[in-house]
């Protein structure tokens, strides 16, 4: 793997001006946020957990499968950076295990490959974002506070409830049912879901969902969200009605069954 140069990860001076501009995220209940990076590399997880110092939250490391998984369960972290490749076993099949566990912490993979196959497969496995190295931290950054902002761990707004049909969304509590019907979403899949559902009956192009729902222009990749509906369909509109509609060559569309 290559190791990011420092000086791609931590100028002095110049980059931490710009974090420090940045907003503070906490925990719901105002401790810090914290998170567990996982990668074979000891540079690259000095200076990335210095960065995430530099935002207030705690970061515990692990460079191997075995200690990421005792430390997911001692630390209960709010977010995984998780490396695919470690010595004892892929990122693929470790986040698997995690997400055995209690918790479900959203995840950004780490990587040294950066074909279309492999951006697929580290997605479709479960992870809701993907890097590849070498990175900045800036966009490092970027993404993790983009991940945080759609986790539960650092809501605290009252009670809202979305409801579109027979479809109900429960932004406080992160519950989805339809029908009366619990369903379980990824992180990624809820909020692409409530996005949906704040916008009922209106056409939403690719473009308006990569920008709302990642927070960034995932290099252009529409097909992303082509992958994340089919996900939601699966799950929202298995053996009912479907309430996700393709508008060709425009979008999505979700409707109340009539």
């Not at 076993?89 to 990587?111: H, K, M, N, V, W």
């Not at 991940?147 to 109900?168: C, F, Q, W």
């Not at 049912?177 to 009956?201: H, Q, V, W």
């Not at 097909?223 to 009605?241: C, E, F, G, M, Q």
Request: proline share 4%; charged share 30%.
């Amino acid at each position: 793997m290559t190791t990011p140069a420092p000086d791609d990860l931590l100028s002095s001076g110049r980059r931490r001006a710009v974090l420090a501009k940045l907003p503070r995220m906490y925990r719901a209940d105002g401790s810090p946020i914290r998170v567990l990076l996982v990668d074979d590399e000891a540079v690259l997880t000095s200076l990335v957990s210095l960065a995430l110092g530099y935002e207030g939250w705690t970061v515990d490391i692990a460079h191997d499968g075995a200690s990421a998984l005792q430390a997911y369960r001692d630390a209960r972290p709010d977010i995984v950076v998780l490396d695919i490749m470690l010595p004892d076993t892929d990122g693929i099949s470790l986040l698997r295990q995690l997400r055995e566990l209690e918790g479900g912490a959203p995840t950004l993979f780490l990587t040294a490959r950066d074909s279309v196959d492999d951006r697929i497969v580290g997605l479709t496995a479960g992870g809701d974002d993907y890097m590849t190295k070498p990175f900045s931290l800036e966009e490092l950054v970027a993404r993790l506070r983009g991940l945080l902002r759609r986790s539960i761990t650092t809501t605290s707004e009252d009670d809202s409830h979305i409801v579109v049909g027979d479809l109900t969304l429960d932004e406080s509590s992160y519950e989805v049912t339809r029908g009366g019907d619990s369903i379980a979403l990824t992180t990624t899949e809820f909020e692409l879901l409530r996005y949906f559902m704040r916008n009922p009956r209106r056409v939403l192009s690719r473009a308006q969902i990569l920008d709302r729902v990642w927070n960034y222009d995932f290099a252009g990749k529409a097909s992303i969200v082509d992958l994340y509906v089919s996900y939601l369909r699966k799950k929202i509109d298995a053996d009912r009605p479907s309430m996700i509609h393709t508008v060709r060559g425009v979008g999505y569309v979700l409707r109340p069954v009539e």
